[in-house]
Nanobody, 118 residues
Framework: VQLQASGGGLVQTGGSLRLSCVAS????????TGWFRQAPGKEREFVAS????????AYSDSLKGRFTISRDSAKKTVYLQMNSLSLEDTAVYYC????????????WGQGTLVTVSS
């Protein structure tokens, strides 16, 4: 299983970014892919997840409405659209995958750094 995250960068407060996670090596119909983030000095937290088929999404309550997760099955890519970014969104963002019935994410990609500046 391989997960390749990209799309991070520097953005001003109020701006938007779209992260991408290209996945390979598993049966997409049986898996869910999630985004997590870890800010400096804080624990890693769940952001959003999506099951490939059917497309079922879940969000952190605090981020729902600003962040949108989606997937392109043909490209085997999961996206995280982030809008109205604030300084508190600065973090390393990771994508991860798990068998959809599992409670734990077993596969992790490298992180992509999102820095929000004022």
């Amino acid at each position: 299983v391989q997960l390749q995250a990209s799309g991070g960068g520097l953005v001003q407060t109020g701006g938007s970014l779209r992260l991408s996670c290209v996945a390979s090596g598993f049966n997409f119909d049986d898996y869910a892919t999630g985004w997590f983030r870890q800010a400096p000095g804080k624990e890693r937290e769940f952001v959003a997840s999506i099951r490939w088929s059917p497309s079922i999404t879940a969000y952190s309550d605090s981020l729902k409405g600003r962040f949108t997760i989606s997937r392109d099955s043909a490209k085997k890519t999961v996206y995280l659209q982030m809008n109205s970014l604030s300084l508190e969104d600065t973090a390393v963002y990771y994508c991860a995958a798990k068998f959809f019935q599992s409670s734990n994410y077993n596969y992790w990609g490298q992180g992509t750094l999102v820095t929000v500046s004022s």
